[in-house]
């Protein structure tokens, strides 16, 4: 294979916020790829642990972080955007939470878009994130386009999972998924996850509400509708370099979805 992939993360994203937010897109999102609405994630389940997990396919005993603090690896895990660097892809991040710049070498990234959402309102900061990504992408066709989109996770925190003001920001941060799927579908397999739930005003627990994930996969390579069994945020980067044609690394205990 020789797929470019699209993979766009929604921070605090619960799986039965799909439905329950009220977006009329999550129905047509779930029939369009192979899905799974019981994948898990790893604990602590908090974004930046959860993301090298994502990024690096093993679990935070093994990269070492455990908190929202970034701290050298003290046995370095190669990752996803070094993996598909090293066999001459080119990598693009989007993203308004500062820690993630610690997620790659800048060295494997032939482009980086970051706004702060702290500054600017994670609101706004995805809408920006969107029209660069919109841009960048179309210009440039890079073979892995990493877009996060912030505003659900900090609606959480701010006013409780699954509240009025959640299911806002999840309507908005699906709404922004479509466009994108609807622009690059086709160009592109699209991945469509989250990095953690939540509960109350927070995460981090091994609660399920916190530990449960949304994974959407979308291309030709999966089946319209279908369901993925036991699927893991370790397996993600597997199933990107599968797609990629580029051989999975042996430092990853994640497997490839495909």
Known sequence: MD????????????PDAL???????????????????????VYPSMTLP??????????????????????????????????????????????NWGELRDLTRQSSLAYSFYVSGDICGYEKADEMITENAFSYIAAEKPDLAFVYFQSVDSAGHAHGWM???YCRA??????????????????????????????????????????????ICIGEDFRAGGQFQNASICDVAPTIVSLAGVDVS????????L
């Open 170 to 215: 999840c309507v908005q941060s699906l709404d922004r998924v479509r466009r994108l799927i609807e622009h690059f579908g086709g160009q592109y397999d699209i991945i469509v996850m989250s990095d953690h739930g939540g509960h109350g005003r927070g995460h981090g627990t091994k609660e399920s509400e916190d530990m449960t994930i949304p994974i």
């Open 3 to 14: 797929k470019k992939v699209l993979l766009i993360l929604v921070d605090g994203l619960r």
């Open 250 to 257: 042996k430092d990853w205990e994640g497997r490839s979805l």
């Open 19 to 41: 439905q329950f937010c009220g977006s009329g897109y999550s129905s047509r999102l779930l029939e369009m790829g192979t899905y799974s609405l019981e994948a898990e994630t």
């Open 50 to 95: 959860c993301h090298m997990s994502l990024f690096h396919s093993v679990p935070p005993e093994r990269h070492g972080i455990l908190t929202n603090v970034y701290v050298p690896l003290s046995r370095p895990v190669e990752g996803l955007c070094e993996r598909l660097s090293a066999n001459g892809k080119k990598c693009a991040f989007f993203y």
């Open 163 to 165: 509240g009025s003001e």
